[in-house]
């Protein structure tokens, strides 16, 4: 059984920073593309960034572009995103997501981050 | 970016009535490499979205055949033909042809 589960959200101040983690099973991690998907309080999806399998090929959404950056470690079956300079318009449920058929096959539960001073 | 456009933006259905939401992109979702890269996900209430449709008009595995969608171009329908209780929620339509886009969602509501 596929099983993403998100970690590392919390409370943090505006211009802070922050490391979510995504710990993935169930499938051959190294074999699949990964994804970042928000949902902002009462909000819709919004996407973030995605990395190949690899972990050579990066994307994001110009919202957080120099800001965040994706990572993973495919010996440890693990996605980061590192967040830095936050921002108040970041506050959202961080959802990872595996790449599949060019969506969104299989997501993890969230985490929250919420940025207020 | 593509804009994602989704109508209704809420719909009321009778349990075993059929259900259509429409997704218009502001370009053209067809690739040169044949595929049309059109999804459709349903978040039900506290759950993180699932996939039900990809590729315009593929089930994704366990997904009921009431769900089927439909389209090209730019032009999308998710129909349901017998909605369920169960298919309370928001769904959504999104693009993956450029940088993800998703639609603002359509409510989905049992009378």
């Known amino acids: 059984e596929v099983q993403l589960l998100e970690s590392g959200g919390g409370l943090v101040q505006p211009g802070g920073s922050l490391r979510l983690s995504c710990a993935a099973s169930?499938?051959?991690?190294?074999?699949?593309?990964m994804n970042w998907v928000r949902q902002a309080p009462g909000k819709g999806l919004e996407w973030v960034s995605a990395i190949s399998g690899s972990g050579n090929s990066t994307y994001y959404a110009d919202s957080v572009k120099g800001r965040f950056t994706i990572s993973r470690d495919n010996s440890k079956n693990t996605l980061y995103l590192q967040m830095n300079s936050l921002r108040v318009e970041d506050t959202a449920v961080y959802y990872c997501?595996?790449?599949?058929?060019?969506?969104?096959?299989?997501w993890g539960q969230g985490t929250l981050v919420t940025v207020s001073s | 970016d593509i804009v994602m456009t989704q109508t209704p933006l809420s719909l009321s259905v009778t349990p075993g009535q059929p259900a259509s939401i429409s997704c218009k992109s502001s370009?053209?979702?067809?690739?040169?490499?044949?595929?049309?890269?059109l999804y459709w996900y349903l978040q039900k209430p506290g759950q993180p979205p699932q996939l039900l449709i990809y590729e315009v008009s593929n089930r994704f595995s366990g997904v009921p055949d009431r769900f089927s969608g439909s389209g090209s171009g730019t032009d999308f329908t998710l129909k349901i033909s017998r909605v369920e209780a169960e298919d309370v929620g928001v769904y959504y339509c999104m693009q993956s042809i450029q940088l993800p886009t998703f639609g603002q969602g359509t409510r989905l509501e049992i009378k």
């Open positions: 997501a595996s790449g599949v058929y060019g969506g969104f096959g299989n």
């Open positions: 169930g499938f051959t991690f190294s074999g699949y593309a």
């Open positions: 370009q053209s979702l067809l690739h040169s490499d044949g595929n049309t890269y």
